[in-house]
């Protein structure tokens, strides 16, 4: 059974840092892209980094390009997000998400067809 | 960045009733478009990929289609469980993007 679970989520002030983890069970990490999707209190989805399953293909968007950085450990199974200099408009609940496959250029990024039941980060002074 | 645009943003309907939902690109996805489920206080759900393809264990009442920039997804009979809220996802370009969601909910 494929499980992801995360953690690391809190309260943390504007300015400050926080690791998201997501740990992965019930299939073979490395043959998988992962996502990190995040939700906004009442508001819509909004996809915010994505790796390949090697971890050699990582991809952003803008509102946390320089900020955040997607990584993972094979060793473990498991997915991060590093999260620096946090805003206000960051708070949201992450989820991390397994792609239907791995990440190929010549076939795009996949859709996400396992999530986690998500992580809640709050930041505020 | 594309933008998704979904519609209506709440349709009221009785169970069995027919649910067609609505996604509009701001420029062609090709196929590359999926659906989600929601329900309060969960992970959303992949309902459909890549236009019209359900994904695994998804029941035959829900189905997709479109191509290029008009999406739609449809429940043919809806069942009580399916009141929730739906996202489309493209992944034909980066940034990957949602819609804004549309709520179905009980007549």
């Known amino acids: 059974e494929v499980q992801l679970v995360e953690s690391g989520g809190g309260l943390v002030q504007p300015g400050g840092s926080l690791r998201l983890s997501c740990a992965a069970s019930g299939f073979t990490f490395t043959s998988y892209a992962m996502s990190w999707v995040r939700q906004a209190p009442g508001k819509g989805l909004e996809w915010v980094s994505a790796?390949?399953?090697?971890?050699?293909?990582?991809f952003y968007a803008d509102s946390v390009r320089g900020r955040f950085t997607i990584s993972r450990d094979k060793s473990t199974g498991t997915l991060f997000l590093q999260m620096n200099s946090l805003r206000p408009e960051d708070t949201a609940i992450y989820y991390c998400?397994?792609?239907?496959?791995?990440?190929?250029?010549?076939?795009?990024?996949?859709?996400?067809?396992?999530w986690g039941q998500g992580t809640l980060v709050t930041v505020s002074s | 960045e594309i933008v998704l645009t979904q519609s209506p943003a709440t349709l009221s309907l009785s169970p069995g009733e027919r649910a067609t939902l609505s996604c509009r690109a701001s420029q062609s996805v090709s196929s590359y478009l999926a659906w989600y489920q929601q329900k309060p206080g969960q992970a959303p759900r992949l309902l459909i990929y890549d236009a019209s393809n359900r994904a695994t264990g998804i029941p035959a009442r829900f189905s997709g289609s479109g191509s290029g920039t008009d999406f739609t997804l449809t429940i043919s009979s809806l069942d009580p469980e399916d009141f929730a809220v739906y996202f489309c996802?493209?992944?034909?370009?980066?940034?990957?993007?949602f819609g804004q969601g549309a709520r179905l909910e009980i007549k």
């Open positions: 998400a397994r792609g239907t496959g791995d990440y190929f250029s010549s076939s795009g990024f996949p859709f996400s067809d396992y």
């Open positions: 790796i390949s399953g090697s971890g050699g293909s990582t």
């Open positions: 996802q493209q992944r034909r370009s980066w940034p990957i993007t």
